[in-house]
């Protein structure tokens, strides 16, 4: 029997609830996979925002605000959602487990996504969404459907979360590895800032990176200036940093930027550039050519005792030295000044090239199988979906579905 979604499930947007209860938020839950993101520890919340809803064991949550990233979760315990969350409560002759895999369907998210207002932030509405058509089965064969989309997800689940964690160990291994070569196999307690009588290793020397190398930063020119934008001139924001050789960027200045903004300057090709605060805070690359940066950034370069690949690789094996440094309550804050006090110890420059070398083969060898192991994820999640997507719109053969 095909009908609207509404005639599954009824909005709740009261909140009624007066005890102190979990409060769910967008930001909680993952995409595409109806689970709480791992490890969060939802906040607890005496009395939220208006229109904020009391969430019962059973209610399905869908995500309203940029439905494409496909947010749902099956309530396990009391709590309060956002308002950025449609609170649906099936309504009898309907299995919770079923309608929340119905509302991560493939159809249902595009359905959401084309009845969307706004283009920055686009949100759908339970009006629209509820006029979604279903076909919905007798409640056993609801239930045959969950039991086995419950097996087969967390079947396929359990191998994805296997894969990630290959990744996680493999990338562990090489950041080993790199604070090895790069330390001289030392065991400092304070690797970035060593004091003389710790040199353990004939042949290397402490060195203070603002003795060694030029520091600058740069400005965001103002923003909605044509003028200002679409030039020759690549302009460099944090959010361009990936950790490696940057070749090309989306963004650019004019000369008319570069006269008009007294901190806005071109700094040379090679160049190790650190995010210095925001949500990249840390990430790294090096530049392949000739470039601007915004405020955010640090750009070091021109090293003589350094080599500016040498010191990308110590300071991506010690982020989270670096990150401890960090300052500012609300957002970790890498100042230019932390940065220039970094002192770090290192061989001669020919003794740099062949650990940049080595780790250079590496690092190769490891993006390409970390991009293989990424495919294969991204293969699993989509057979997933597919999968989720075939049990819910009635194709599926529910004499195996049921075995």
């Given at each position: 029997?095909?009908?609207?979604?509404?005639?599954?499930?009824?909005?709740?947007?009261?909140?009624?609830?007066?005890?102190?209860?979990?409060?769910?938020?967008?930001?909680?839950?993952?995409?595409?996979?109806?689970?709480?993101?791992?490890?969060?520890?939802?906040?607890?919340?005496?009395?939220?925002?208006?229109?904020?809803?009391?969430?019962?064991?059973?209610?399905?949550?869908?995500?309203?605000?940029?439905?494409?990233?496909?947010?749902?979760?099956?309530?396990?315990?009391?709590?309060?959602?956002?308002?950025?969350?449609?609170?649906?409560?099936?309504?009898?002759?309907?299995?919770?487990?079923?309608?929340?895999?119905?509302?991560?369907?493939?159809?249902?998210?595009?359905?959401?996504?084309?009845?969307?207002?706004?283009?920055?932030?686009?949100?759908?509405?339970?009006?629209?969404?509820?006029?979604?058509?279903?076909?919905?089965?007798?409640?056993?064969?609801?239930?045959?459907?969950?039991?086995?989309?419950?097996?087969?997800?967390?079947?396929?689940?359990?191998?994805?979360?296997?894969?990630?964690?290959?990744?996680?160990?493999?990338?562990?291994?090489?950041?080993?590895?790199?604070?090895?070569?790069?330390?001289?196999?030392?065991?400092?307690?304070?690797?970035?800032?060593?004091?003389?009588?710790?040199?353990?290793?004939?042949?290397?020397?402490?060195?203070?990176?603002?003795?060694?190398?030029?520091?600058?930063?740069?400005?965001?020119?103002?923003?909605?200036?044509?003028?200002?934008?679409?030039?020759?001139?690549p302009w460099i924001v944090t959010g361009d940093l990936r950790d490696g050789l940057l070749?090309?960027?989306?963004?650019?200045?004019?000369?008319?930027?570069?006269?008009?903004?007294?901190?806005?300057?071109?700094?040379?090709?090679?160049?190790?550039?650190?995010?210095?605060?925001?949500?990249?805070?840390?990430?790294?690359?090096?530049?392949?050519?000739?470039?601007?940066?915004?405020?955010?950034?640090?750009?070091?370069?021109?090293?003589?005792?350094?080599?500016?690949?040498?010191?990308?690789?110590?300071?991506?094996?010690?982020?989270?030295?670096?990150?401890?440094?960090?300052?500012?309550?609300?957002?970790?804050?890498?100042?230019?000044?932390?940065?220039?006090?970094?002192?770090?110890?290192?061989?001669?420059?020919?003794?740099?090239?062949?650990?940049?070398?080595?780790?250079?083969?590496?690092?190769?060898?490891?993006?390409?199988?970390?991009?293989?192991?990424?495919?294969?994820?991204?293969?699993?999640?989509?057979?997933?979906?597919?999968?989720?997507?075939?049990?819910?719109?009635?194709?599926?053969?529910?004499?195996?579905?049921?075995?």
């Open positions: 029997m095909t009908v609207r979604l509404k005639e599954t499930a009824d909005l709740v947007t009261s909140c009624v609830a007066l005890e102190a209860r979990p409060f769910v938020a967008l930001e909680h839950l993952e995409g595409g996979t109806g689970r709480l993101v791992a490890d969060v520890e939802l906040p607890e919340r005496t009395a939220p925002e208006a229109g904020a809803a009391s969430v019962e064991p059973g209610d399905v949550l869908f995500g309203k605000l940029r439905p494409y990233l496909a947010k749902t979760w099956l309530a396990d315990r009391p709590l309060f959602a956002s308002t950025e969350l449609l609170c649906l409560r099936p309504r009898a002759g309907v299995d919770s487990r079923w309608l929340a895999y119905v509302v991560t369907s493939n159809p249902v998210v595009e359905w959401a996504v084309a009845t969307s207002d706004g283009t920055k932030m686009p949100r759908t509405s339970w009006e629209k969404l509820a006029e979604y058509r279903i076909q919905i089965p007798p409640i056993g064969d609801q239930r045959a459907i969950a039991d086995y989309l419950d097996r087969e997800t967390a079947r396929i689940d359990a191998l994805i979360e296997k894969k990630q964690r290959i990744l996680a160990l493999l990338e562990e291994k090489f950041l080993e590895t790199v604070r090895n070569l790069v330390t001289g196999g030392m065991s400092l307690d304070d690797p970035l800032n060593i004091r003389k009588n710790e040199l353990v290793r004939t042949g290397w020397a402490p060195v203070k990176l603002a003795q060694d190398f030029r520091f600058g930063s740069g400005t965001t020119p103002t923003a909605g200036e044509e003028r200002y934008y679409g030039g020759a001139t070749e090309t960027v989306p963004g650019s200045v004019t000369p008319e930027a570069l006269v008009d903004f007294s901190a806005l300057r071109v700094h040379p090709a090679d160049a190790l550039i650190v995010a210095m605060y925001g949500a990249t805070v840390g990430r790294l690359a090096i530049t392949a050519f000739p470039a601007a940066v915004n405020q955010a950034c640090c750009v070091m370069h021109s090293g003589v005792r350094l080599r500016t690949w040498f010191v990308f690789y110590y300071l991506l094996s010690h982020r989270q030295v670096l990150m401890e440094r960090a300052v500012g309550a609300g957002q970790p804050n890498i100042s230019q000044e932390i940065l220039r006090s970094l002192r770090l110890v290192a061989p001669d420059l020919a003794a740099q090239d062949r650990i940049v070398s080595v780790l250079d083969g590496m690092r190769s060898r490891l993006v390409q199988l970390s991009s293989r192991t990424r495919s294969q994820l991204d293969l699993l999640a989509e057979h997933r979906q597919a999968l989720v997507t075939t049990a819910v719109t009635g194709e599926p053969d529910l004499s195996v579905v049921a075995a």
